[in-house]
């Protein structure tokens, strides 16, 4: 399909919202209760394990409208409560596939029908109330009413997706609240954010405090602080390194900004990756142990950076 195609598809599918979240909702759902608020969300994952019993059910094609329509609800539920969240055409492995854009720094957004997967294969029960409770611990809650279904979306088109250039500057600009804010409140009261070789073991202790159990760094509400912390991460080695920037990620790094050396020689990091492996190798001092193995490499930062705030205001 050609991206001019993918793009009229998600602009028909868009301006049929309104049909699909209420004769949609009432002949698919019927038991349904559609409020918009947090605790439909877990009504909503009852009901698809019901009605999808095995972790290969989404994949039937008569279960397709289902799976439809959910999507539709959760994208919609997350607009309905949160400032600034709204449709637009997926990207960072979602590519013509609908996706929410949230204002909460996180730089992969979520995708509903990929919420839907994991709920039938995780089984949890509590997949769409973690992504609900993720966001709400960095975005506010919607300050102003919003149009009605017709009025928001019969002649919408729905908005393309950034270039990688254009996503990268957007994730940077959120830079100084999500570590000069938002970081320490993730982090013990006293901890120093120096963005120094040191301060890595510190960053490695609240992750292994907060990512514990197994499988916890790959749930939504954990999400804002992991991207919080890689950000860390990140920085120390672009304020360590003279060839070091941030980079739209790249191949095996795609999903995430990564700091590239601009020496010709020093492979780059992917710092979420680093934040990833850290909670599941449970050391202490991986961190730490990978920025001096990196450092063998790359020159040494001669030129002072300056503060978060001043480098990447918007």
């Known amino acids: ?18 049909e699909a979240m209420s004769a949609g909702l009432r002949r698919e759902l019927p038991e349904f209760a559609a409020n918009g608020r ?3 969300l877990a009504a909503l994952e009852t009901i698809l394990l019901e009605r999808l ?15 439809d329509l959910a999507a539709r609800y959760i ?14 055409a997926g990207y960072s492995g979602f590519e013509g596939v609908p996706i929410v854009s949230v204002p909460d720094g996180i ?15 995780k089984r949890t029960g509590g997949v769409l109330t973690d992504v609900f409770d993720g966001i709400a611990e960095l975005v506010p809650d919607r300050s102003e009413p919003l149009e009605g279904l017709d009025d928001r979306y019969a002649d919408a088109t729905m908005p393309a997706p950034p270039d990688p250039a254009e996503a990268l500057a957007v994730w940077l600009q959120s830079m100084p609240v999500a570590l000069e804010k938002q970081l320490a409140g ?3 009261e006293n901890f120093a954010l120096t963005y120094e070789r040191d301060s890595l073991a510190g960053i490695e202790a609240a992750i292994l405090a907060r990512l514990s159990e197994e499988g916890s760094a790959d749930e939504r509400r954990n999400a804002g602080f992991i991207d919080r912390c890689a950000r860390y991460v990140g920085e120390v080695y672009v304020r360590a390194g003279e060839d070091a920037r941030w980079d739209v990620g790249q191949g095996m790094f795609q999903w995430y900004p990564m700091v590239a050396y601009h020496d010709g020689k020093t492979e780059p990091v992917s710092p979420l990756s680093l ?9 202490g ?6 920025f001096d193995n990196k450092q063998k490499s790359a020159r040494p930062r001669t030129t002072a950076l300056g503060p978060v705030a001043e480098r990447f205001s918007s």
């Open 38 to 40: 947090r605790d439909s």
């Open 53 to 67: 019993p095995d972790k290969y059910s989404a994949e039937d094609r008569d279960a397709q409208t289902l799976i």
């Open 1 to 18: 399909m050609t991206e001019a195609a993918v793009e009229r598809d998600l602009d028909a599918w868009l301006q049929g919202m309104a």
């Open 285 to 290: 001092t991986y961190l730490t142990m990978l």
């Open 186 to 188: 993730y982090l013990p």
């Open 275 to 283: 934040v990833n492996a850290a909670a599941d190798r449970k050391r």
């Open 75 to 88: 994208g919609e539920t997350l607009i309905f409560n949160f400032q600034g969240c709204y449709w637009r």
């Open 107 to 121: 730089y992969r957004p979520p995708c509903p029908e990929q919420l839907v997967d994991v709920v039938v294969r």
